[in-house]
């Protein structure tokens, strides 16, 4: 080990407790530390916040984090917090705090405590806070889930797409980080345009999610049933179904309990207490099933989900993977089963009917991609895998036999008939 990496082992062990990096992780750091513009792409739980948490409190001056949700903010801030003897090592700076907070906040990094200031875009826009951050030492920028850069991610946020303008004003020579979850080319793209960090050194950790099996079956009148006799096949064990509309998450949820079947639904239109009090029961393993629409799933940290079922398939394979991301986190058995008829397709474009052109072309370009999954005779895993810009050999790579393509390979007249039903 040279000396910079016993130092950031030291770091990681002190600050942390790990004793191991995790994936990329030391290889990332190294690149922020030595001044590089860097771009990482890791799917969700790979452990991209301490790529910069750690720089963060290893470097003097202040490294400031731009991220979309103030939840998320507040998570990170309480846990840095709690790793520090100081409070002021982390702080948030957004239009929440009252005049003595921003004074406290601005104190703190002036005298050198705050290692870590997370900013929302929209506080980064305002001029006096630009005006204040152009005067202190910054370490480095970093923008945590960049994709919400770019109109092809599935989280567009159009103040993400001023920040480029804003990190040049408080500094020329800032080391800018961005970090996604969102593997699509397309979107990698643009976040590199639009902060302009073509020369930034890129690393992609692998989306392959070994231990899921995928399998898509033909959605008939006897959906539910289908449903069910899975569920039951499966019992005891956790599952979400997913659902598109908030009706037929009620409607579904009630069909599971009158067969006998531990579910409750999730959805935005049910209040708070009930959507968290269905989502403790889940956790808590008092009921098995969670029927939801996808406001159910941020966040949602089980480990042993053994099943996700699409009742109805998502508006892109983007979303199809982070929802079908949410079984076997503990890398036990997964299996993500979707029904899949064309006339869904048809539904959520008459969706869209009503969204500017530019957004219609968009999703229809996201939506044929489903729909070239759904039909596909080829590996699922080489499939989304490829659309993900990663090549995949299913003969050798790890996973290559879970899914029903490559289980039982269709004849083409057969593959041809289920595009029908
Ligand atoms: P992401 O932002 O990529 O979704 P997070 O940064 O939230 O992921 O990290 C996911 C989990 O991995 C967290 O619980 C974190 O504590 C853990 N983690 C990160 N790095 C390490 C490591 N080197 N060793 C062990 N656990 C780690
Ligand atoms: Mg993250």
């Known amino acids: 080990m040279s000396i910079v990496e016993k130092d950031l082992h030291l770091a990681l062990k002190k600050y942390f407790g790990f004793s191991k990096f995790k994936g990329l992780q030391e290889q990332v750091i190294k690149s922020l530390l030595s001044g590089n513009h860097t771009f990482v792409v890791m799917p969700t739980g790979g452990g991209k916040s301490l790529c910069y948490q750690l720089p963060a409190l290893m470097q003097d001056g202040t490294a400031i984090i731009v991220s979309p949700l103030i939840a998320l903010m507040k998570n990170q801030v309480d846990a840095i917090r709690g790793i520090s003897d100081k409070e002021g090592v982390a702080h948030v700076l ?7 907070e921003i004074k406290r906040v601005k104190q703190d990094i002036l005298d050198g405590v705050t290692k870590l200031l997370y900013v929302a875009p929209e506080s980064l826009t305002k001029e006096e806070n630009v005006e204040f951050l152009r005067s202190v030492k910054v370490s480095f920028m970093a923008v945590d889930e960049a994709h919400c850069i770019s109109e092809w991610g599935h989280d567009f946020r159009p ?65 539910d049933a289908d449903i069910i006799r899975f569920i039951k096949q499966n019992s005891g064990k956790s599952g979400i179904v997913y659902c598109l509309s908030r009706k037929r998450v009620e409607e579904l949820a009630q069909t599971l309990q009158v067969n006998g079947i531990k579910a409750v639904p ?57 929802e079908t991301g949410r079984a076997g986190r503990d890398g036990g058995e997964g299996h993500c089963l979707a029904f899949y008829a064309y006339k869904d397709i048809e539904k959520l474009e008459k969706f869209m009917s009503g969204k500017p052109v530019a957004e219609q072309e968009i999703g229809q370009a996201l939506l044929q991609e489903v729909v070239a999954y759904a039909e596909t005779s080829i590996s699922r895993r080489k499939f989304i895998l490829h659309y993900f810009g990663e090549e995949f050999d299913n003969e050798t790579g790890e996973g290559g036999d879970l899914d029903d393509n490559v289980r039982f390979p269709k004849k083409k007249h057969e593959a041809q008939d289920n595009v029908k039903l």
């Open 94 to 100: 957004n239009s929440s705090l009252n005049k003595t």
């Open 159 to 223: 103040e993400y797409r001023n920040l480029r303008h804003i990190i040049q004003r408080i500094g020329d020579n800032i080391p800018i980080i961005g970090l996604t979850a969102t593997a699509t080319p397309k979107v990698q793209e643009d976040i590199l345009k639009n902060l302009a960090i073509n020369d930034a050194t890129t690393f992609k950790a692998s989306f392959n999610r070994p231990n899921l099996y995928y399998e898509i079956r033909p959605k008939t009148k006897q959906v």
């Open 266 to 322: 999730y959805h935005a239109g049910l209040d708070a207490k009930t959507r968290a009090n269905h989502q403790d029961m889940f956790l808590m393993e008092d009921i098995d099933v969670v029927v939801a629409t996808i406001a159910f799933g941020m966040g949602i940290d089980k480990p042993d989900v053994r099943f996700v079922i699409h009742h109805d398939i998502p508006k892109s394979i983007e979303s199809y993977y982070q």
